[in-house]
């Protein structure tokens, strides 16, 4: 693990990329060659310093040394800026867009449900067919421009979450019962226990749900064929913890430390054809840890994965 990420540190290439600049405009490259100025200047400073008794020798030596490391600095503050503005520029972007697009979705929802209520009985199959996959497509936009809100709020620190005092087990439960339908239609087992009969959290019960949507159907997607996927839900030291364990693809070990990025799709998932924005784990992750829990998984490729979360009980005091 240390060794990858001194790997990455000096993987200037991928810095670059990450960043959108040029190799020599990184920080880590900028700061290397520092790095190599400063001993460079010291070992002059040194040699001048037993070689020439003259003052002035020494004073313009360390003067130009100065300059460069100012240079140098000036360099990699200016990087840092245009980075922090394009990124602040990108978010202010997608919630600006997002907002304007959630007007129009609604309407397309809207529309649909008065068709289906009012003229349904003049429609025929097909025509029922092709507005019910509207509605569809309508749901799967509404959804992607609410994991796009979420993003934003995140990146600029304005996720607000609410404080209900609710049972974790009724969420583990609306939140199995609410996926069957779908794991029915992958062929997808869905079952879950429990070791406690009620377990209560202060959570904004609304976002809790979409981690654990997140997750259920995240196992179910990356099951190839017919599978199961096991909901276990337990009081663990004053945290309430769920584990969602499947027996699909499994994540390769190389792209485990890359999950909960943003846009992040793991190769296994191109291979099985699974669709997503890449958005579900970032945002799972950051509503857990800002209400004082944390998420994290083990998984093996073609074996499986077991995803958990855990956060404070209501009587819990470290929360």
Not at 16 to 30: M, N
Not at 49 to 76: F, M, Q, T
Not at 223 to 243: L, M, P, Y
Request: net charge neutral; proline share 2%.
């Amino acid at each position: 693990m240390l060794r990858e990420r001194i790997s990455d540190e000096f993987d200037l290439k991928k810095q670059a990329d990450e960043l959108g600049v040029k190799v020599w405009q990184t920080p880590s490259f900028l700061f290397i060659i520092m790095g190599i100025i400063i001993i460079g200047a010291m070992t002059g400073v040194y040699v001048a310093s037993i070689s020439y008794d003259s003052p002035e020798v020494l004073i313009v030596s360390e003067s130009i040394v100065v300059i460069l490391l100012l240079a140098i600095g000036n360099a990699i503050i200016t990087t840092v800026e245009q980075v922090a503005k394009a990124n602040k520029m990108k978010t202010e972007f997608v919630s600006i867009a997002s907002h304007q697009l959630k007007t129009p979705i609604s309407e397309l929802k809207w529309q649909i449900e008065l068709l289906l209520a009012k003229f349904s009985e003049g429609l025929s199959g097909r025509q029922t067919e092709i507005i019910n996959e509207i509605a569809h497509s309508g749901e799967k936009m509404g959804r992607l421009v609410n994991d796009l809100l979420d993003v934003a709020r995140i990146d600029q620190g304005q996720l607000a979450l609410a404080k209900d005092k609710v049972d974790f087990c009724d969420l583990v439960d609306d939140a199995v019962e609410a996926q069957k339908v779908f794991a029915k239609t992958m062929n997808v087992e869905l079952v879950s226990s429990r070791s406690v009969g009620k377990i209560m959290v202060l959570a904004d019960k609304r976002r809790m749900g979409v981690v654990l949507d997140n997750l259920i159907s995240n196992a179910i997607k990356y099951i190839d064929t017919k599978g199961k996927v096991e909901v276990f839900v337990e009081n663990n030291d004053g945290f309430a913890q769920v584990c969602i364990r499947d027996n699909g693809v499994g994540i390769p070990k190389n792209e485990q430390d890359d999950v909960s990025k943003k846009f992040f799709r793991s190769n296994n998932s191109i291979k099985n054809k699974t669709d997503g924005t890449g958005l579900g784990l970032y945002i799972a992750k950051n509503i857990v840890e800002q209400s004082g829990g944390k998420l994290w998984f083990k998984s093996v490729e073609n074996v499986g994965s077991e995803f958990y979360f855990s956060i404070p009980t209501a009587t819990n005091k470290k929360k």
